[in-house]
């Protein structure tokens, strides 16, 4: 019997899998180099291998190279082992990979390298097979491990259009796809593709494009609107719009049009992973709050400066120098509280009595309210707020750039009535913040106020400069105290916007954000103006 | 030959349409160099080019906002040396000068220009009230530009001085040349 026990176990181990009271988690780490030419087919490949082998339980974990958008794979990796227990086995080739994980494909899909966005429709193809991507000179890796071709595109695009290959893909395989998410797999055009979200919209067989939302594409946009009005309502657009083909706010623009939500970036890596990480038992997320709901507190006759980074917590600053020095606001990307939550959670246990959590983005997502169909906005607005209560944030910001290719670029302000529908949906707010670059929407609702970035902290801004800039706004706004919102690009670390603000001098005080809107409320020197509706 | 009789002509040109024979004039247009240049943050993150016309006793001086080369945003100011200020009024909500600050113009509003040369012909100054609108409400931003040639003529330094800032703006232009 005991023989017996042996041999079986010896048999596991031989078929590449762990006991049963074992999880199995791998990790491999994936080179910088993302062209065609180069390494995306074998990246791609192995993407999509995540997406399918995460299916039932989280297995695969990519480490991104150091140029990766999101900086937090390795520090979430190490979180992943410390705070879960989770044991990774490396994987070193695109080989060893397939060795251990081919089994939970059921085929492949072949891509022509001649276009493009084959690789795109493959995905697609990828997801609705439980497939992974393969190009020509794969193929016999993947036969090696036992798969078979379940969908050749070699060939089939030639001479097509974008808009000829996607709706070709619609006919196949939208009646097969998930109503719930479209993947945009977008961000850099021409050689190169840098689809880090391609296993989450594998594992939840998505439809993925990049079709142009430029209205000015007429075919390719009536294509994105054909889509996105068949999605389920409050549908998320994962990943992100194509650089090559129209703006981020024509994107977010047209989503919000529909009540959709956009959820990116195109390199969100991991998340078929970071899906199933529940929090830790017991674990309540906690907000660093410096003010207690109703408390006022009586500003002094000064330059009340409060830093909030935006672009999504993973992207930039987080894991640079400096974080904890001052007090800074970071946006918290609320969906991840259920598409991520141990990510999220990551985000929380690290952080410092200086790291103050606010709700973004204009919604359960990132949104344009001006876009928002008035009817849909207040199902809109109640869906972040209930977020935003799991989370512990009572402050919440809005941006809107649904005007920025039609006015010049003085387009972040929003009219009264959405200001108001804002306040309504959200009655336990502490405040409001508004903006992108800066904006000039400045109210006050029971108490409550609406605050506008007044300065675009640029991540290119000599330092000496964008002093001068703060001063200056300083002088241009003389009424103390006053109020200077400061939005901090993503790029910026914390020991450069502190070096900046010790420039200053001594009428300039940094506070943390709900302490800054509190003291607003209590001395709004701002004046009262809003934006023109939505034409 | 020929080639370098127009050469010589069009080196001369400015010299003879501003009155001022006996310097380089400042009329003429001219192209920034950001390398000897404060950094700014234009609108849209556009660069600046000057056009500037000397006719008899009146100058124009216009600063170009360039995005890709063409003109997206013209700021005008038009007044006669040691005359009274010019007024106007502002068009556009665009600042052109700042796009990272919460600023803009006060579209509707009157603005003035006035100006004097520091030396004739070559070297003037203005000086620009404006309203602007902040978070706090309406103000008043006076500018003094000293446009100041050097190189033999070739190059302009713009000097700029807003009442509202600590530090000078100080940027540098080479004249663009006439391609016969």
């Known amino acids: 019997m005991k023989r017996l026990t042996v041999l079986l176990l010896l048999a596991w181990h031989a078929a590449g ?53 999101y900086t937090f794979c390795d520090p979430l990796l190490d979180y992943y082992k410390s705070s879960r227990g ?45 497939a992974i991507v393969v190009t ?53 055009g021409g050689s190169v593709m840098k689809p880090g979200i391609a296993d989450f919209g594998i594992h939840h067989a998505c439809f993925f494009t990049d079709a142009s939302t430029n209205p000015k594409d007429t075919l390719e946009y009536a294509f994105a609107r054909k889509v996105f009005s068949s999605l389920k309502p409050l549908a998320i657009v994962m990943g992100w719009h194509s650089y090559a083909k129209d703006l981020e706010a024509q994107h977010v623009t047209l989503a919000s049009g529909y009540g959709l939500r956009v959820e990116g970036l195109h390199t969100l890596p991991n998340m078929s992973f970071n899906h199933q990480i529940g929090l830790s038992p017991g674990f309540r997320y906690r907000n660093n709050h410096n003010v207690k709901p109703g408390q006022r507190v009586t500003p002094g006759k000064k330059v009340y400066i409060s830093c909030i980074q935006t672009d999504c917590l993973g992207l930039g600053a987080w894991t640079k120098p400096g974080r904890g020095q001052i007090p800074y606001a970071w ?45 849909l906005l207040p199902a809109v607005i109640d869906t972040a707020y209930g977020m935003m209560k799991t989370l512990d944030l009572n402050v919440f910001e809005i941006m809107d750039h649904a005007a920025y ?68 706004l300083a002088a241009l706004n003389p009424a103390r105290p006053y109020f200077l919102l400061l939005h901090v690009r993503e790029w910026s670390d914390i020991a450069r916007v502190k070096g900046i603000l010790d420039r200053l001098g001594p009428e300039f005080a940094t506070v943390p954000l709900d302490t800054f809107l509190a003291m607003a409320a209590a001395a709004p020197t701002f004046a009262t103006k809003y934006g023109a509706p939505m034409r | 030959m020929i080639a370098r009789a127009v050469a010589l002509t069009l080196l001369i040109l400015p010299c003879r349409l501003s009155g001022f024979p006996d310097g380089p004039s ?53 007044f006669v040396p040691g005359g009274k200020a010019v007024r106007s009024v502002v068009c556009s909500v665009e600042w052109p000068d700042n796009w990272l600050m ?79």
């Open chain 1, 331 to 375: 946006e918290v990307t609320m969906n991840w509280s259920w598409l991520a939550p141990a990510m999220l959670q990551y985000f929380y246990d690290m952080a410092t009595p200086n790291d103050y959590f606010i709700g973004s983005l204009s919604g359960p997502g990132y949104m344009y309210p001006k876009a928002i169909p008035p009817r």
């Open chain 1, 17 to 69: 899998a762990a006991p049963a009271d074992q999880p199995e988690h791998y990790v491999m780490s994936l080179p910088e180099n993302w062209e065609i030419t180069g390494a995306l087919p074998s990246s791609a490949m192995l993407i999509s291998l995540q997406g399918v082998a995460n299916i039932g339980a989280p297995r695969l974990y990519f480490r991104y190279p150091p140029k990766w958008d």
């Open chain 1, 405 to 472: 290719w039609t006015s010049d670029g003085v387009d972040d302000d929003v009219p009264e009535d959405i200001v108001d529908a804002y306040f309504r949906g959200m009655p336990g707010v502490l405040g409001i913040v508004n903006g992108y670059r800066p904006a000039h929407t400045f109210a006050v609702r029971d108490g409550k106020p609406f605050v506008s970035y007044d300065y675009y902290l640029s991540e290119k801004r000599d330092d000496a400069e964008a002093a001068a800039d703060i001063r200056e």
């Open chain 1, 136 to 188: 020509e000179d794969l193929i016999p890796l993947a036969e090696r491990h036992g798969l078979r071709m379940t969908e050749d595109l070699r060939g089939k695009f030639a001479g097509m259009t974008d808009v000829q290959i996607y709706e070709w893909a619609f006919a196949k395989y939208w009646p097969a796809c998930n109503r719930d998410y479209l993947v945009y797999m977008g961000g850099e």
């Open chain 1, 86 to 130: 989770m044991v990774f086995t490396g994987l070193r080739t695109p080989a060893e990979a397939l060795d251990t994980l081919a089994r939970y494909a059921k085929g492949y899909v072949v891509w022509d390298t001649h276009v493009r966005t084959s690789l795109i429709v493959a995905f697609t193809a990828a997801g609705v097979n439980r």
């Open chain 2, 102 to 180: 919460g600023v803009l113009s006060s579209a509707g509003d009157e603005r003035t220009v006035s100006g004097s040369w520091q030396v004739e012909g070559s070297d003037i100054r203005t000086v620009t009230v404006q309203p602007v609108v902040t978070s706090q409400g309406k103000t008043t931003v006076t500018t003094t530009r000293e446009y100041v040639l050097g190189d033999g003529g070739n190059t302009l330094t713009l000097t700029e001085r807003r009442s509202s800032r600590p530090t000078p703006v100080v940027l540098v232009f080479e004249r663009k040349e006439v391609r016969p």
């Open chain 2, 26 to 78: 400042i009329d003429g247009t001219w192209t920034s160099v950001p390398a000897r240049s404060t950094e700014i943050a234009a609108w849209k993150g556009r660069t600046l080019g000057l056009a500037i016309s000397v006719r008899g006793d009146r100058v124009s001086i216009v600063h170009n906002w360039l995005d890709r080369g063409q003109v997206a945003y013209a700021d005008t100011f038009r």
